[in-house]
């Protein structure tokens, strides 16, 4: 039988280079400095990395003298362990020296995992592709990309913006996919998809809302609804991230229709479109802003923003409580003052029929003062013989 020639590279999880059925990785493996080297220059993507970049990044105090001639050996070393030689041609050689330097090159005798996902979403960019083959390629990209970009070396900076690209290429196939698989209405498709994208990034808060949708559609509440509360804990304890206005108008939905067997995903995206229309600081009611509060509260030390509770409270000028008609209405007129003053980030809830709560992110304590003076000259053009009182603590 006929050797196999290719050479296999999988980047994405374990570093692993095989050929002819043999773990090279394996087989080579206290050879640190040319896997390294193979790495670097697959992370570089087909750019040309000169001998003097490549001797910097191994350490000029061990290559002295002649860094050159250093880098040389080393690519020499590394051809011998992958089966080339530095007699191939362009056509065959996954090693190319030119201009003073060294590149990767894609040849029909290497199988990079990484260039395996660029021809699949590239095909899937196209005009005529139907919706059944961008499901069949999809379904093949997350095959390959269940794992980010050579992970053992998380922590380099030299793998950083591959390691970004081929995160975002695979959030695109994501998406991409549960929007054909919609068209489809195949619904229990798009939750396993969500649940395998999850797996590879479970602070993607779009394919959170799509799972949220899609069990929705099946009439899973209580699967939605548990979904929410523990996504929603996970994302702001360990990563600060706040419920998104999409994910609360959801979150409301499932509310509302909680005790119904049928929901209507014409209104749950009429809810959504609206909700993405809100500017200014979110409105919630008080059982939602406690739940949020108490995620403030136990969030993960790690994520040291600033973040204040303020209380303004309505009272007459004589210092007693204003009738309830009269509040009503001011409090209305209030919290339009607010919505529009505050920012998108920031969190209101009307605590009773004279107060509301607001949560502040991201703000020192010296410029809440500014912030509520803006808010109390624009309340003052509104002859109601009302003021307002504020007070506020970090949390």
């Known amino acids: 039988m006929e050797a196999d020639k290719t050479l296999v590279i999988n980047?994405?999880?374990?570093?692993?280079?095989?050929?002819?059925?043999?773990?090279?990785?394996?087989?080579?493996?206290?050879?640190?400095?040319?896997?390294?080297?193979?790495?670097?220059?697959?992370?570089?993507?087909?750019?040309?990395?000169?001998?003097?970049?490549?001797?910097?990044?191994f350490g000029s105090d061990e290559y002295y003298g002649n860094p050159s001639q250093q880098i040389n050996n080393l690519v020499y070393r590394l051809r011998q362990m992958i089966g080339e030689t530095s007699s191939e041609d362009i056509l065959t050689s996954s090693l190319i020296c030119e201009n003073g330097g060294y590149r990767w090159n894609r040849t029909g005798f290497n199988s990079l995992d990484l260039d395996m996902i660029d021809d699949m979403f590239n095909m899937m960019q196209r005009s005529?592709?139907?919706?059944?083959?961008?499901?069949?390629?999809?379904?093949?990209?997350?095959?390959?990309?269940?794992?980010?970009?050579?992970?053992?070396?998380?922590s380099d900076e030299w793998t950083h913006t591959t390691r970004?690209?081929?995160?975002?290429?695979?959030?695109?196939?994501?998406?991409?996919?549960?929007?054909?698989?919609?068209?489809?209405?195949?619904?229990?498709?798009?939750?396993?998809?969500?649940?395998?994208?999850?797996?590879?990034?479970?602070?993607?808060?779009?394919?959170?809302v799509e799972y949220l949708k899609a069990l929705l559609q099946m009439d899973n509440v209580r699967a939605a609804l548990s979904h929410y509360e523990e996504a929603t804990s996970r994302l702001y304890t360990n990563a600060g991230i706040s419920p998104s206005p999409v994910?609360?108008?959801?979150?409301?939905?499932?509310?509302?229709?909680?005790?119904?067997?049928?929901?209507?995903?014409?209104?749950?995206?009429?809810?959504?479109?609206?909700?993405?229309?809100?500017?200014?600081?979110?409105?919630?009611d008080t059982k939602t802003f406690s739940f949020i509060?108490?995620?403030?509260?136990?969030?993960?030390?790690?994520?040291?923003?600033?973040?204040?509770?303020?209380?303004?409270?309505?009272?007459?000028?004589?210092?007693?409580?204003?009738?309830?008609?009269?509040?009503?209405?001011?409090?209305?007129?209030?919290?339009?003052?607010l919505v529009n003053t505050l920012r998108g980030t920031d969190l209101i809830s009307k605590w009773s029929t004279s107060q509301y709560l607001i949560l502040l992110y991201r703000t020192k304590s010296e410029h809440i003062d500014n912030?509520?003076?803006?808010?109390?000259?624009?309340?003052?053009?509104?002859?109601?013989?009302?003021?307002i009182i504020k007070s506020f603590r970090r949390i």
């Not at 498709?189 to 808060?205: G, H, M, Q, R």
């Not at 912030?371 to 003021?387: D, H």
Request: proline content about 1%.
């Open 128 to 154: 005529d592709l139907s919706d059944d083959k961008c499901i069949e390629i999809s379904g093949c990209i997350m095959n390959i990309y269940q794992y980010d970009f050579l992970p053992e070396n998380e």
């Open 247 to 284: 994910m609360m108008s959801i979150y409301k939905t499932i509310k509302q229709n909680k005790s119904t067997s049928q929901f209507s995903f014409n209104e749950i995206n009429k809810n959504l479109l609206e909700t993405m229309k809100t500017a200014g600081a979110l409105v919630c």
């Open 11 to 57: 980047t994405l999880g374990s570093f692993t280079v095989v050929r002819d059925g043999v773990n090279l990785t394996l087989k080579h493996r206290m050879a640190r400095k040319p896997w390294m080297l193979l790495k670097y220059l697959i992370a570089a993507r087909g750019r040309l990395i000169s001998k003097e970049k490549l001797a910097d990044f």
């Open 371 to 387: 912030i509520f003076k803006r808010v109390e000259e624009r309340y003052t053009s509104n002859e109601s013989g009302l003021s």
């Open 164 to 208: 970004l690209h081929y995160r975002n290429l695979y959030n695109k196939t994501v998406i991409e996919r549960i929007a054909c698989l919609s068209l489809q209405a195949d619904y229990q498709e798009i939750i396993e998809t969500c649940k395998s994208a999850l797996d590879v990034d479970y602070f993607n808060v779009p394919i959170h």
């Open 293 to 337: 509060y108490n995620l403030e509260k136990n969030r993960d030390i790690r994520f040291d923003q600033s973040v204040y509770l303020v209380l303004l409270s309505f009272i007459h000028k004589d210092g007693t409580i204003a009738n309830e008609g009269l509040l009503n209405m001011e409090m209305d007129k209030l919290e339009e003052i």
